[in-house]
């Protein structure tokens, strides 16, 4: 199969209903599965973004990428995790101002565990486990929640969740016409 490797893919965008399923593990990886990561990764960087879902590119698998190191000048370090899961998370939690790929220009305020240990397949095949904590540690329980469906306005009150709402269908309207 002939394949341009390091695609980006176009992101879908708050509201579609692909963004409200719950995704199917992946199991072995695959040389789709690589190029899905490649993709994701490219498309991650170019929006930019420090992470992004499975589901945001339309592909309804357990699968995320992120790079939470911001600094532009340092090395990359791209973490890839195929059916992601947390082992355990913080009492302690932490507020971070969340923002999504599949809702431009809208933040919000989101409360998490400060610490979460994560276990997942990598490209490698292997099993890995890790803690993360910081911005690493909102971002990888931000994409997790991608997988079952689940979005960081699920995290806010209902005003500000519905603000967002109709922002985001206004949006999607002006672009639809453009
Ligand atoms: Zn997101």
């Known amino acids: 199969m002939a394949y341009l490797p390091r695609m980006t893919r176009p992101i ?6 692909r963004l409200r399923k719950t995704c199917a593990p992946v199991g072995r990886i ?6 899905l990561a490649a993709d994701m990764l490219a498309t991650m960087y170019s929006a930019p973004g420090v992470g992004l879902a499975a589901p945001q590119v339309g592909v309804l698998s357990r699968l995320f990428v992120m790079d939470c190191n911001k600094d532009p000048d ?3 370090e791209p973490v890839v995790m195929v059916d992601p899961e947390v082992v355990s998370a913080s009492e302690v939690l932490n507020a971070y101002e ?9 933040y919000a305020e989101v409360t998490r565990p400060v610490e ?3 276990r997942w397949t990598g490209l490698d095949g292997k099993l ?3 803690d993360f904590d910081g911005l690493w540690a909102t971002c990888a329980q931000h994409e997790l929640d991608h997988l079952n469906g689940r979005l960081f306005i699920d995290h806010i009150g209902p005003m500000k969740r519905q603000m967002i ?6 949006m999607k309207r002006e672009l639809a016409r453009a």
Request: net charge neutral.
């Open 12 to 17: 879908l965008l708050f509201p579609d209903p």
């Open 98 to 106: 969340e923002g999504c790929l599949s809702f431009p220009d809208q």
């Open 116 to 118: 979460v240990r994560m």
């Open 74 to 76: 340092a090395p990359r």
């Open 30 to 35: 695959t040389p789709e599965i690589e190029a």
């Open 165 to 170: 709402a109709r922002r985001m269908t206004k």
């Open 128 to 130: 890995h486990e890790r």
